[in-house]
Each structure stands twice: as C-alpha cells, then as structure tokens.
Nanobody, 115 residues
Framework: QVQLVESGGGLVQPGGSLRLSCAAS????????MGWYRQAPRNQRELVAR???????NYADSVKGRFTISRDNVKNTVYLQMNSLKPEDTAVYIC?????????WGQGTQVTVSS
C-alpha cells in the first residue's frame, strides 16, 4: 500500500509559479515510475510529467520548458516546479506511483491560474 499526499496548490496569477509536493508513505527509492497528472473540469485526466523506469523523464508538450519534475528519495517526495503558469494550466494536480503492477493515486491539489 502506498499513500500519496499532495500539497502546494493554490491561486496564482498568469506568469506566476508554484511548486507542488507529493509525499509518499513508503520509501520511494525503488519506485521508478512516479509522476504528476492533472484533470480539469469536463476533461480527461492527462499526464503532466513523470519519471520512467529507465530513469528518464517525460513531459506533456504543453508544459515542456515551463514545468520540471524532481524527486528527493530521502524525503520520499516528488516535486513539480511550475513556472510561467497559464490559465489553461488550471486543474486538479494528482500524484501517481506505480509499484508491483498497481498504480496508486493521491487525492490531488487544486491549481487555479487567474488574474
């Protein structure tokens, strides 16, 4: 069982920045596939950024150059640094972890980009 707790969301103006955190209840050193998804009202859940089992990272085209995913295996936390935020980035951001063939999800944190 892996519990994931997101934090760091909020209201930010266009062009602003936020850093999201995802704290895991287990040691994430061996959990290679961890990432961030988002879901806006009336939209499907979509990948934002993730670590792959090969050690690389994937980003959605819409966030490349603006968002950066990172992890701290000592703190068991994955981060998402979001810069140059746009109104279309407004969504619930959800952390995920794949372990032993099962995908765990957090509850999500709301990010609203508005002036």
């Amino acid at each position: 069982q892996v519990q994931l707790v997101e934090s760091g969301g909020g209201l930010v103006q266009p062009g602003g920045s936020l850093r999201l955190s995802c704290a895991a209840s287990v040691n994430i050193f061996s959990i290679y596939n961890m990432g961030w998804y988002r879901q806006a009202p009336r939209n499907q859940r979509e990948l934002v950024a993730r670590f792959t089992s090969g050690g690389s990272t994937n980003y959605a085209d819409s966030v490349k150059g603006r968002f950066t995913i990172s992890r701290d295996n000592v703190k068991n936390t994955v981060y998402l640094q979001m810069n140059s935020l746009k109104p279309e980035d407004t969504a619930v951001y959800i952390c995920s972890a794949l372990r032993d063939g099962y995908t765990y999800w957090g509850q999500g944190t709301q990010v609203t980009v508005s002036s």
